[in-house]
Each structure stands twice: as structure tokens, then as C-alpha cells.
């Protein structure tokens, strides 16, 4: 009995936790939406420089795209794992997880270097200070999201899944998807409407 | 090298001005008196455990109360000198403030009245009441209220720290509109400061924010159903909807300011592209709907109040809700009225105006509502009704004062004049501020156990609205006169100056009224056992918080109710009271110190931010990663109290009530001056000071 309530008390208790993450998650889509209305605003506001037609790469986006695309299918499959209590797979597919994920955000490195190196930084021009800070703000979210995953896989290895761990992991796998939907927006927004 | 280290700190940072030198001061002798007193009374441990890293949202609650008294006083402070500028300085005279110093004076009291006073009263009572309200033990998550408050702290601390380091503050205007905000124009750290005091406890707002609705919507008692929930809770849940909603976007903007200001971007430049204009879409987008985030508790405290004191049922509770909703829905719609100036076209001003006015009618509904109320109820006028009424007064005539400005063609003539000062004054003092008294005067016997002294807080109530009327009356006349907001002078041909000598006297009789404000406290803590409230229900209340014992214990039932009707209390006292408790094991949440040292590292990142400090602000963010990351893999974060344990307390309590008389006469203002007087008598002749 006394396990029953205990049991009852922690259900409700994850109930609400998912609740709130997922009220966290829509302020965080918001914060987006600013970065998002401000690129529209200022994608013209190019002081003169080349415009996104002639610095974007569209084959590294779409290479990008896909790792994280396959991360999120990933991700999933280890949501799966994990709720059947399989550790060594939940551990493989979060890994691999992790390491789409660090591909991406290494793509996203390179090209900003690129542009920096020709020149193009965010001091050049409104749209670039746009264009970096919402392209950077995703991979502040990507480099945050890793490091969470690490430090689950850390904890899953020394203290084993329970339903606690399982807690932490759907919220992650939550965070993982959306960031995967508001790249989907970026990559529309920001590089396929540069040719149009 | 020193640039690694100090970034742009150096020894012209420490205070050189009167101001500067005179504000570290007071804070170096108050901190040194704290510190001492404490030690004496052997308080550290006490303090640390009980209160710093408490996570019951009652004693967090009761924290929030006292950062945003003394912030009050502070921004009170401000106020005056501002009306004794402006008081003085016609003609040949320039008062007794530089044009600078001044400008910094108005964007501080504006920054601190609503971040920090409004917002801090407002999250204060939420934190206490609504867990009483809807039946709960705790919040939803004890580790964020406790995390929002200790952000909120270092945001106040963060906007004081001007003084002692830096000696300049901005002289933008509390929003800190682009392009004046920007490094061509701001070079200095002041604006650095606004942007991480705002931004640090905007962050604890939003984060109290996702906590409150999860709470609400999670964590209501059984049978306590949407549709049953009390009118303070409903005008929380609005409000907090509210916080979430629109606080990202504030969190943003501030974000691209500092982008601009740190990293040399261009959002919101003169130059490169940069787009000021947005910057004001963007601020007040959130801005807007941040002034109804304060209203709306406001609005739940009178409904509670009125039904209160006048014994009745909230009239037409479905149409009270609604409107609360529509309010909170149309705030979110209006936000372009700041600044119909701006050239966004005919049309596009005709909808905005159109949406300000719409907002007055889901008001209007509310303004109707208490009113029928009132109609033919029992009414007693306590303190906290005497608020009301001076509420609803004072609000409507606000209202229609903003009806007129939300009319394009006449706002043109109005704008950036003293008549929108005033406006927006009625609104916040009137309508917020005299919410904030009359919920603290509501439910300070649910806190401390006693009554406050109704006599001498009347007293104070007419000082504020005889003062009110007369420090703000003026400057409707004054903007109509052609009088501009944020003047540190005027010529004496315009004839201005009594218009502006009558709103400093006004100002004068609003600070009497808080120091009456002050001794009520003081006089009630005298007299706590004549005004003990004996039976946690003191003036017949009709929701649940009163179903407990005044103050409550720290798991704030010992059975959770069943709610069966609206006013849960009240049916269940006609009932026939509660039934006889069955306890029950409970788990409760640890105290945990996490919350103070996240927001130690974040306050730090902010600090090193505004000297550009770089290696310091990578300390402080991997320590507030590092703290985060610690505290959500503690799995030992509850304990539980069984049932015995839960038995004695509530036996020991009643005990304890039983021996209070809560009988005899209040004292009034003589009685007080005779107190003082013979206690200080009493200091001289004997000696009391070899005491301590």
C-alpha cells in the first residue's frame, strides 16, 4: 500500500515535470520567434555587402540538415531502448545521437569560419548580426543538448536506468526534437529562401 | 595583461560623487550592522537553514516581501528627489541636479518600482497565497521558486552595485530605447547594468512563471475544478500565462542590445542596417503586456477582498473569469499605442487604437462586477476595503484617462507629455500598488498571526489618497499645459512651477503616509498578542486559505480538503467546519542551497558582462552549468513526515492558539508616540546600551 502511494506520488510528480518542460520548451520557441521576426526584418539591410544568395552554401545546410534529421531518428530509437531497461543499446543510440550531433554543430563551425574569414562577420552588416545570432542561438541549443547527453550517458553507466534516468531522458529527447523542428525553420527561412 | 584580468574596472570605478559616496555608505554600515547583529544573536546557522535556503514558497514568499520593501524605499526615494527637482528648477534656477544625474534618477525609479517592487510585492503573494488557495502542499517545483527568487535578489543587488562600482547608471529611460542605448550614444556601463539586472531576474521571472501555471493547473485540490478555483488563483493563472508568453521576448531583446553592445552587432544601430525602430516594437511588445502581468494579481486580490467585506459571492464569477481572460488576451494585441508617433501609417495605428479601447470593456466588466458585489452586501470597512474603494475610484478615472490616449489623433498631441505620466501613474500606484496594501493587509494575519492596526492604517490609506491626488491631479493639467515627461528644467514664463510645487507637496504627504504605513507595522508587533488571530479565519474568509491555522505549518494541510463548491471554505463552514482530520504521511521537499549558488555564478557572468570581463564570465556560466547539472542528479531531494509527527505539531499548534486572548483596544497614533517616547526614556534611565 505504503508502495503504492510512493509510486502514485512519483507518477504524478512526472506528470508534471513533463508538463512544465513542455511550457519551458514553448518560451523557448518564442525566443525564437524574435530571432526569426528580426532576421525578416533585416535580411534586406546588407550596408552594400553580398547578400545570402551569394555567401550561402546550400550543400552544407543540406548536409547538416540530414545528420540532424538521422540524430532525431536516433534519438527516438534510444527513447525506445531505454524504456525496455536495454542499457548497453540505450547507451549506442544516444551515442551515435551524440555524435550526428557534433557533426552537425562541426558543419555549422565551418562555415561560420568561412564566412569570417572572408570577412563576412557579424559586425559587417544587420543581416549578418541577424542571420549569426539566430543560426548561433540553435547551436548554443545543440551545444547545450550535447552536453546533456553526455552527462546522461555518464550517469546511465554508473547508476544504471531507472525510471528517474527514463524521466531525464524523455525531457532530453523533447529538447532534441524541437531543436530539430526549429532547424527545419532555419534551414526554409534562412537558406532555401535565399534562392528563391 | 590588467585588460585580461579587470577588463574595463579600474580605481575611476570606485565612487568619487556625493551621491555615489553616500549610497555606499548607507549600504557598507547597513551591511555592517546586519553582519554584527547576527553574530550576536548567534543567527547564521538559524538564518542559513531556515529562511536563505528554505524552499516553502510561505517563508520564500515572505523574502520576496522584504527585498521589495526595502526596494519600496528605494525607488520612493528617487521619486522624491525627482518631484523636488522639478519643483525647484524654473527660470534661472537649476535645482539641485545635473541634467545627467537626473536622467539616470527617473530610468532607475522606473526600472526598480516595476521590476523589483511591483513584480517582487506581486510574486510574494502569489508564492503565499495561491498554494493555500488550491489546497497544495508545495509548488510543482520547489527548486525553481527557490532559483526565481535568488535571480530576482541578484537582478535587486545588480541594480545597486551602480553606486559601487561604475558611479553611472543609465540615462535612457527605464526601457532603454535604441539607438540612445547603444555604445555610440551610451558609452559608459550604465546601460550594461539595466540590461543584466533586467535581463538575470527577468530569467527568475520567467522561470517562477512556467512553475506557477504548472502548479495551478497540476496541483489543485480533488474537486477543486477550473470553474471552482478561487478568483486570486484564476487572475495568477492569467497573469503567469502571461510571464510566459511574453517574458522570451523581453529575454531576447535584452540579448540583442547586449549583442550590440558587446559584440559590436548592428541590430539596433544608426549605422550598417541597424533598425532602433524595432528595438521599440520588440520592448514593448513585452513591456505592454508586462504592466497587465502587475494588474492582473491586483485584480484577484480586490475580488477576493470585496467578496470578503461584503459577504457575498464575487457577482457572476463566469463573466469575472472571462474577463480576466480577455484582459490578459488583448494586452497581448495593443502594444504600438506607446508610439503611435513612430509613422507606422494611418491604418495601422486605427488597429491598435481600436484594440486599447476594446481592452476597456472585458475591464469594465471586472469594474461592474465588484461593484454589484458591493450591492446590497453586508459591507465592513476594514483597511483592506478602504483600498479597494480608493482602488476602484482612482482606476476608473485612470481608465478613462487612457481611453483618451489610446485615440490616435489625440495621443499625437499628448505623447511624451506629463498627462501620460500621469496616466500611467493612476493606473500602477491606484490600481497595482493600492492591490499590493490591500493583500497585504488581507492575508498579514494568515502570515504572522496577528491582525495589522486598523486605526493608524487608515490613516495612512487617506495620506496616500490625499497625496495621490495631489502629486498627480497636477500633471494631467501640466501635460495639457504642454508640459514634456523626464524635464530637468523649464522656463518660469510657462507658469508651471506651483502645478509642480503642488505635485512635491503631494509627494510629501505620500511619505508621511508610508511612514504611518511603517509604525503600523511597528505598533501592530507591539500589540500582536491584542490582535492575535486565534482561529486562522479573522474576517470570515471564503476560501481555503483560511481553513488553516494563522501562520500555517510548513505543509500547509495536514489533510487535504475536498472541494465541492466556488468560495470552498465558506461551504464548508456552512457545513457544519472541516471534519475531523485523518493524517496522513507526507513528503515534502529538502531545503536546498542550490538556488543561491546558481544565482551567485549567474550574477557573477553578469557583473564580469558589464566590465567586459571575459575569463569571469566563462566562471560564472560553467558554475551555474555545473550547479544546474548537480542539483538535477541529487535523487534525494524529499522526506517524509509520518503521520504521528504530523499529529503533534498540529496538537502543539492548537495549544499555542488557545493561550493567545486576540482581545482589547488598538492603539492609535498618541498611544504610539507615547510608547516611543517612554521606551526611549527608558533607554537613558537605564542604560539599556550596556546591555547589548
Known sequence: ?196 | MKEFLLGKLSLKALPHEWSTIGATMTFLVGALVLVLLITRLKRWKWLWNEWLTSVDPKKIGIMYFIVATFMLLRGGLDAVMIWLQQALSSGASNGYLSAAHFQQIFTAHGNIMVFFVAMGFMFGLINYVVPLQIGARDLASPFLNTLGFWLYVAGAIMINLFFVLGGEYAATGWLAVAPLSGTQFSPGVGVDYLIWSLQISGIGTTLGGINFVMTILKMRAPGMTLRKMPMFTWASLCSMVMVVTVFPILTVTLFLLFFDRYLGMHFFTTDLGGNAMMYTNLIWMWGHPEVYILMLPAFGIYSEVVSTFSGKRIASYTSQVLGMIGVSTLALLVWLHHFFTMGAGANVNAFFGIMTTVIAIPTAVLVFNWIATMYKGRIRFKTPMLWFLGFISVFSFGGLAGLLLAVPPANFQLHNSLFLVAHFHTMVIGGVLFGIFAGITYWFPKVTGFKLNERIGRYAFWGWIIGFCMAFIPLYVLGFMGATRRLDHYDSSTGWQPLFILALIGGIIISVAVVLQIIQIIASVIQKRQLADTTGDPWYGRTLEWATPSPPPFYNFATIPTVTARDAYWEIKRHGGLPKPKYEDIHMPKNTAYGIYVSAFAFLAGFAFVWHINWLAIVGIIGAIVCVIIRTFDEHVEYTITADEVEKIESKMRKKNLAADGQGEEMGLWDFVKIVITFIADIFRKKLWRRI
Not at chain 1, 512526472?14 to 508538463?19: A, G, K, T
Not at chain 1, 550596408?47 to 527516438?76: I, N, Y
Not at chain 1, 541549443?141 to 546533456?148: A, D, K, P, T
Open chain 1, 1 to 196: 500500500m505504503a508502495q503504492n502511494i510512493a509510486s502514485h506520488h512519483e507518477a504524478e510528480a512526472n506528470d508534471r515535470v513533463l508538463f512544465g518542460f513542455w511550457i519551458y520548451l514553448m518560451t523557448d520557441l518564442l525566443m525564437f520567434a524574435v530571432l526569426f521576426a528580426t532576421y525578416a526584418v533585416l535580411r534586406d539591410s546588407t550596408a552594400g555587402g553580398p547578400s545570402d544568395r551569394e555567401l550561402f552554401r546550400l550543400p552544407l545546410a543540406f548536409t547538416g540538415t540530414l545528420l540532424l534529421l538521422t540524430s532525431s531518428f536516433t534519438c527516438g530509437i534510444g527513447m525506445i531502448a531505454a524504456r525496455q531497461y536495454k542499457k548497453f543499446q540505450t547507451l549506442l543510440w544516444f551515442g551515435i545521437t551524440f555524435l550526428l550531433g557534433l557533426a552537425f554543430l562541426t558543419l555549422e563551425v565551418v562555415e561560420f569560419r568561412e564566412l569570417i574569414h572572408e570577412g563576412h562577420t557579424w559586425q559587417s552588416s544587420a543581416w549578418l548580426s541577424s542571420f549569426f545570432s539566430l543560426v548561433g542561438t540553435h547551436g548554443l541549443h545543440i551545444i547545450s543538448g550535447l552536453l546533456w547527453m553526455a552527462v546522461c550517458m555518464v550517469f546511465i553507466v554508473k547508476r544504471g536506468l531507472n525510471s528517474s534516468m527514463i524521466r531525464k531522458l524523455t525531457l532530453l529527447s523533447l529538447f532534441w526534437h524541437f531543436l530539430d523542428i526549429v532547424w527545419i525553420f532555419i534551414f526554409t527561412i534562412v537558406y532555401l529562401m535565399a534562392f528563391v
